[in-house]
């Protein structure tokens, strides 16, 4: 099982970032994918997340700027970041949940620096 995850790098405030999220090993379509941030020091909190049936959440921090989506044909999830801001500075996770057979799996992580 591998999650692949890129997309990362620096970018002024108020720019743009598309995060992706391969995944392989896995049934894709199956799991619930999230995108989660940890700053050093500081645990790792949920971003966003979209079901298997398509369904997203977002943290009230990022509601309105990033969008989580998914194409199951490519074993993918997306996080496209807009308006971002230094507070958006971290390393993005993504992570494949599924609830049901209490299986989940993390990638390796993917740095956004986001100057001010």
């Known amino acids: 099982v591998q999650l692949q995850a890129s997309g990362g790098g620096l970018v002024q405030a108020g720019g743009s970032l598309r995060l992706s999220c391969a995944a392989s090993?896995?049934?894709?379509?199956?799991?619930?994918i999230g995108w989660y941030r940890q700053t050093l020091g500081k645990q790792r909190d949920l971003v966003a997340t979209?079901?298997?049936?398509?369904?997203?959440d977002y943290a009230d921090s990022v509601k309105g700027r990033f969008t989580i989506s998914r194409d199951n044909a490519k074993n993918t999830v997306y996080l496209q970041m807009n308006s971002l801001k230094p507070e958006d500075t971290a390393v993005y996770y993504c992570?494949?949940?599924?609830?049901?057979?209490?299986?989940?799996?993390w990638g390796q992580g993917t740095q956004v620096t986001v100057s001010s």
């Open positions: 992570n494949a949940d599924w609830h049901r057979f209490g299986l989940q799996y």
């Open positions: 090993g896995i049934s894709f379509s199956a799991y619930a």
């Open positions: 979209i079901g298997s049936g398509g369904i997203t």
